[in-house]
């Protein structure tokens, strides 16, 4: 498709079990953002890849949450040993910057709901 | 933790009117942006200002930017009901990759 797709759309977990959600950007956008947003919230950044490299991880919350993104394209966020506080959306954006700084629109997909019970 | 606040946190208006919307930030900026986010959806990029621009227009659209009060504000003239969506104003700069949002206006338009 010609947007952000994000999969899956919702996502229930128990605590402690662990999640992995996947986004696929537009092709050949060289950004990718991973953002978690809380209900009634704005989104909160919390990982940058340029292609493969993952240039920013100052937002994740702990050592739980982990992101890759292998070969500059399809991201993966995954989170270890979930927590009720882990529930949100998260929402995954791509952009076509290929310079740090060099700032593009950020296009995001519709998200995923995750529900830790 | 975010650095923005919009105000009003939550806006209705009559179909027809003008809304404005004003969001505040702390650090320095390269660029202050706004996005619209439907219910259960991502979020759409609206109006991209830079820091050494003052005023923006886009359609039915207008952004202002204050860099000595750290404000903006964004305009939509003659709303309609489809506007009805939550506003946000974001920015980069200081150092940071991802965008740094506020925490949004609700607006409603009544049809």
Redesign the interface.
């Known amino acids: 498709g010609a947007g952000v797709s994000q999969s899956p759309r919702y996502k229930v977990a128990k605590r402690g079990q662990d999640v992995a959600l996947r986004c696929d950007p537009i092709s050949g956008h060289v950004s990718l953002f991973w953002y978690q947003q809380a209900l009634g919230q704005g989104p909160e950044f919390l990982t940058y890849f340029q292609n493969e490299a993952q240039l920013d991880k100052s937002g994740l919350p702990s050592d739980r949450f982990f992101a890759e993104r292998p070969e500059g394209s399809v991201s993966t966020l995954k989170i270890q040993r979930t927590q009720q506080e882990d529930s949100a959306v998260y929402l995954c954006a791509s952009s076509l910057s290929a310079r740090r700084g060099q700032w593009q629109p950020q296009h995001f997909g519709d998200g995923t709901r995750l529900s830790i019970l | 933790?975010?650095q923005?606040e919009e105000d009003p946190q939550a806006l209705s208006i009559q179909e027809g009117e003008n809304a404005t919307m004003n969001c505040s930030y702390k650090t320095s900026i390269?660029?202050l942006?706004w996005?619209r986010q439907n219910s259960?959806?991502?979020?759409?990029?609206l109006i991209?200002i830079r820091s050494n621009e003052r005023e923006k227009h886009s359609g039915r659209l207008r952004v202002t930017l204050d860099t000595s009060k750290k404000s903006s504000s964004l305009l939509i003239t003659a709303s309609r009901a489809a506007d009805t969506a939550s506003y946000?104003c974001?920015h980069?700069g200081g150092g940071?990759?991802?965008?740094?949002?506020?925490?949004?206006t609700h607006l409603i338009i009544q049809p």
């Open positions: 933790s975010q923005g390269n660029n942006q996005y259960g959806r991502g979020l759409v990029h991209l946000f974001a980069s940071a990759d991802g965008l740094t949002f506020g925490k949004g």
